[in-house]
Each structure stands twice: as structure tokens, then as C-alpha cells.
């Protein structure tokens, strides 16, 4: 018995009519009405005629935010948007048992959504060139719709968001997806997003600053470093991809090379019940095997850290610093402002390795534990981490796989390319997002915290919430752009 797409997913709206037209975009990403080169300087020269600025700013000066003299939270005056706070965490038995830590406090749900039509029978994202003030290199490709919620009710009393409709009032159209995903948990407190991909039939307005993309070419984009924006990536890798028979498992004739793209397709196809069974029980176990106690403490109780000169850091120069900015633009719906960012010490490593068994590609899993998450733990990349906190530790208490990862053999590497996390909450935090491809002989070890699972069953998973974490979002999108014909 297999898991099929209604009896998983419930509406029609999710069918896999839909999640094959995904794959076939994937499988001819140059079938588009934007032709790339076209798109790329579209987008360049959006980014040259941008006047975004940005400069660093004290903590204690800026504007219309305050830190709250009896706590130390950082907050903004109206109340919204986001604080910077502290928080306690203890985990029985895990390798620091107990820390105290900044976060980001973000309890509002904003929308991250990606509108779709098709042209000529392929489906195309009507995608934003957008500038965040914490963005690597300034222009990155965003969602069709990317806001919080006190910005699009405009508690900033800028202009309106827009499209947003498309997606506040979707009973119009056909809703692809639509879930609750969280972001980073070792630096947001419960923060969740909505992902959703909103269809359309009807005509759209194309306004300045976006355009129509196929969703392989989007995909492609992917090997472009710091281009396609973290909120574009997670609502990516919740679309639903299916490059093989729903029946039969064969691939998509189109991914038939008898190598990679074939794996990778047959990833995609329905798995047995009972191998989802006993995946959703190895989750069930874990999250019953891992206790995280947290609680939110004021700023100024948390130990290590300080703020001095303006930023807040930790005693050891590691982690993150919470810094101010402030920034002047001429693309947004406000044009100047100041805020808080966080800002890693060292770029981040995200890594998917991979095996082929029996001619299907499996991903190993972490069951991650996070303070920030909502229900303890979600499935991870087989390792994610920030290098330099752990370099100055012994082989045997790094991550592990940490060392593989790093030391891996450039001819098993299947994809990597450091793209940029979220710029409007973070300053410069790029993720080093690696594929690599091990030997099916069980050489690798999956250890309890460790499992292989397929593309689909990851993909069933992220139509629910805490289950699949952002950076493992991000890693299904770059497998699934390995669907591509590269030669």
C-alpha cells in the first residue's frame, strides 16, 4: 500500500496534477517566458538603480525603539514588529546542558507567498526583486508576497503591500499550499511563518520591481550564490514535486538518464505506508527522548553576554551579536527607518548527504533540537551548524558529520552554494547549503538522532507543521533543482 496524494493532503487543491506540472517545470527549466539572461538582467539592473543604504547604528540611538531600562529588552515603541530578548534553556543530556542566550521574540504570523499562473501549460512564480536592509548583496529574488503582519495591517503607515490579497482572500483561486513553518529556533522564539502558493487563472498586473519565472528556472537560480532570498526558498521546498509515476514509481520519462535525475525522481514517487509509519514513530520517539525546558528572561539576566560600545555580543566573540541599523531606501514601503539585526560571527553549514538504494536517492535526516522550536525538534539537515563555534573544539565533540562534510570528496559533492538567510531580521548570515553523495553499501552510520527517508516522504511532512526546519526547506529545493538536465 502506498500514501496517495488525497488521502494525505485532503483538498483537490493539492493534487498531483499539480506536483507533476511542478516537476516538469523542473525537468525543462528553460521552457519560460522570461528567458533567464533576460530575467538576470532584470534583476542586475533592479539592483543597480536601487538606493538602499545602510549603516551601522548604537543600540541605544535608535530610532523609535528603546531598551527597556528594568529588562534590557530591546522593543520597538508601538509595541510590534519584533523584541529582542532572552532566553533560558535547559536540555537533560545534551552536549551543553544549560545557556543562557539573546533571541527573537516575533509572536505575529506574517505571509510568505508565491503566486502562480501558467503560460503555455507551465507553471511560472510571479517573483519580487527585493532589497532587505541585512542582505549580502543587496537585490536578492523574493516571494510575491513577504510581510509581516504589522506590516501589511502598516503599523509603519507605509504604503500598501502588494498582491496581498491574493493570498488574505485566496477563495478565488486554487491554494497549492498553504502551512505553518518555522524559522531559525536557535535564533527566533516560536517564530512561524504562513507559506502558501496561491494559482490564478485570471490576468495579473505585473508591477516595477517583479516578474514572471518559470518554477525550474526559479529552481536553477538556486546555484546562484545569495540570489534566491530565504523566504523564496522555504515556500519552494513546501511545493509539492512528483517526477515519477504515481503507480508504478517509474520516472518521468524526461528524468530518465539512469543516473542522478532518475534517484532523484524516483525519490519523489509514493513510498509504502508502512515505511511513512515508521518514520512518523522514529519522530514520535525522539521528540519523547529529547526534553528542552526554556523559558524568556529578561536581556540583562543573560550570562556571557553584554551589551558594550552599542552591540551585544557574546563574552567569547561567538554565536551572534545583536547590532543596529539604520537604512535609507527608496523601494519599500517605508524609506527610512532604524532597527535591530542579528548578526552571526562565522558562515553557516548546512549539509544533506545523500545515497542511492536500489535506484532511489534517500536523505539523511537529524532529528534537531532547537530552544526556539515549538515542539522540540524537527528534522534537519544530516549536519547544520556555524563552523567557527566549533573550532576550537576536539574531533570528538564537534557535530558530527561535521568533519565529513567539510573534508568531503569534490566528486561526490551534488550541489553547494552559500545563499543568504533572512535580511530583515538578520546582518549578512549566509548558510553554506552542501549535498553529498555517499555509498549505499551502509557505510554511513545513522546513529538514533540520524534517518534516511525519501524526498517524499519529506514532502508529505512539510505539508504539516514542525516537522521539516527552514534549512531542510531550503536543502529539498536544491534536490529538487537537481532534476535539471545539465548537460
Known sequence: MTIQGPSVFGPEAASGYSATRMARSLLDPHNSVTPLPRFLRWLEEYGSQDETEVHQVRLDRLDQWNIDPGT?????GSGRFFTIEGLRAHRPGGPVERWTQPIIRQPEIGIL??????????????????VEPGNFNGVQVSPTVQATRSNYTRVHKGRAVPYLEYFRDPGRHRVLSDVLQSEQGSWFYQKRNRNMVVEVTEDVEVLDGFCWVSVGQLHLLLTYPDLVNMDSRTVMGCMQVRAADPDTGAPDPLADDGGLRTSVARSTAEVPEDRFARTLHWITDVRTHNDMLVDLIPLNQVTGWKLAEGVVRHADGLFFEIVGVGITTGG?????????LLRPTGTGLAAFFVRRVEGVLEVLVRAHVEPGLMDVLELGPTVQCTVANHAHLPAERRPRFLNAALDADPAAI???TLLSEEGGRFHHARTRYLVVETTADGEVDAGPEHRWVTLRELSVLMRHSNYVNVEARTLVACLHSLLHDNS
Not at 534590557?72 to 520597538?76: Q, T, V
Not at 519599500?332 to 535591530?340: F, G, K, L, S, Y
Open 113 to 130: 507567498g508565491i503566486l502562480v499562473k501558467e503560460f503555455d501549460g507551465v507553471p511560472h512564480c510571479l517573483m519580487q526583486a527585493k
Open 72 to 76: 534590557g529588552n530591546i522593543r520597538h
Open 414 to 416: 551534488l550541489f553547494d
Open 332 to 340: 519599500r514601503e517605508v524609506r527610512q527607518w532604524t532597527q535591530p
